[in-house]
């Protein structure tokens, strides 16, 4: 995809800062250390448009970028640094699900994991809530440049037996390169799909 543009729009804590336009939303989870920042702007051919940070679990909000003015991405916290103190990590399960519960324009999650590790309880409670929610999910192993050929089979069976994962991991490397125009590939698709609108029980 030819990025035109790639503007950050706001930081949100909560649905009242939500932008509230129908344009589709494309949001980016996964752990603190898994390397979200450097493949949201290897996607977008930026820089530092999304400040990677030494010290992991720094991004504490909900940020959205518009991109090509046509739609979002949306920069999910980080969760499970075990330097970041409980009273934080505590807040960003309520957040993160706040967000899932009133995106009615969500297009599908882009769920990191990390290639060199086993996912552990909080990368399968997030995506317990992608299936109860019943939205789209791109599965993309990150930093795969550190592994070999052997090694990443093995990963990319250990993973997707651990998280019960049947769909194709995209493999991806923010330093080499490796598989952002095959991850591109798959949220363009998403991104044309209709909207997802997301029914909670209760609502």
């Not at 991109?67 to 309520?94: C, H, K, M, Q």
Request: hydrophobic share 40%; charged share 25%; no cysteine.
């Amino acid at each position: 995809m030819k990025i035109l543009s790639a503007e950050f729009v706001i930081s949100a804590v909560g649905p009242k800062q939500f932008p509230l336009d129908s344009r589709p939303q494309i949001a980016i989870a996964g752990r603190s250390n898994v390397g979200k920042s450097s493949i949201i702007n290897s996607l977008l051919h930026r820089k530092n448009l999304v400040k990677t940070s030494q010290t992991p679990g720094k991004t504490q909000l909900i940020n959205f970028f518009i991109i090509n003015e046509s739609f979002y991405f949306v920069d999910l916290p980080g969760y499970g640094y075990a330097r970041v103190p409980y009273a934080v990590t505590d807040a960003w399960a309520p957040m993160i699900e706040g967000y899932l519960k009133n995106a009615p324009h969500l297009s599908a999650v882009v769920v990191l994991l990390d290639s060199r590790r086993e996912p552990d309880d909080r990368d399968v409670h997030l995506i317990d809530w992608l299936r109860q929610y019943d939205i789209p999910v791109i599965y993309a192993l990150t930093k795969i440049d550190k592994l070999n050929r052997q090694e990443t089979d093995r990963a990319r069976r250990s993973i997707s037996a651990a998280l019960g994962i049947a769909d194709d991991l995209v493999l991806t490397s923010a330093k080499s390169g490796q598989g952002i125009k095959e991850l591109w590939g798959v949220i363009a698709k998403k991104i044309k799909e209709p909207g997802v609108r997301i029914q909670v029980s209760g609502e």
